[in-house]
């Protein structure tokens, strides 16, 4: 699992949004907003994937959304903390036997 609170430091996190979960990315949220952020290259119509996917570093773009818009990213982070962790309390009643 990854999140926003795990991802490596920018210079790591080049060309590869961290994000199995598109629901999840900042990013990806960001490029719906007015706020002229997020990973849209203007490229993704036909393509696969993001800017990021492409040649977009991931953490140079996140830490302007961060500047922008800190609660954008806090919020896609619960939310997909939270899932994790239904996910997780799923499996263990699964194996306990209860669900």
């Excluded at 991802?7 to 706020?35: G, M, Q, W």
């Excluded at 996140?62 to 997909?80: D, G, H, N, R, T």
């Amino acid at each position: 699992m990854t999140t926003l609170l795990s991802i490596p430091p920018p210079s790591e996190v080049t060309k590869k949004c961290p994000h199995a979960d598109i629901r999840f990315c900042p990013l990806y949220h960001a490029s719906h907003t007015a706020t002229g952020l997020g990973c849209d290259d203007g490229k993704t119509t036909g393509c696969d994937g993001c800017g990021v996917s492409r040649a977009m570093d991931y953490g140079t773009l996140l830490a302007k959304l961060i500047a922008v818009s800190p609660q954008m990213v806090a919020l896609c982070a619960f939310q997909e903390n939270a899932e994790a962790s239904k996910q997780q309390r799923d499996r263990n009643m699964k194996a306990a036997g209860l669900h």
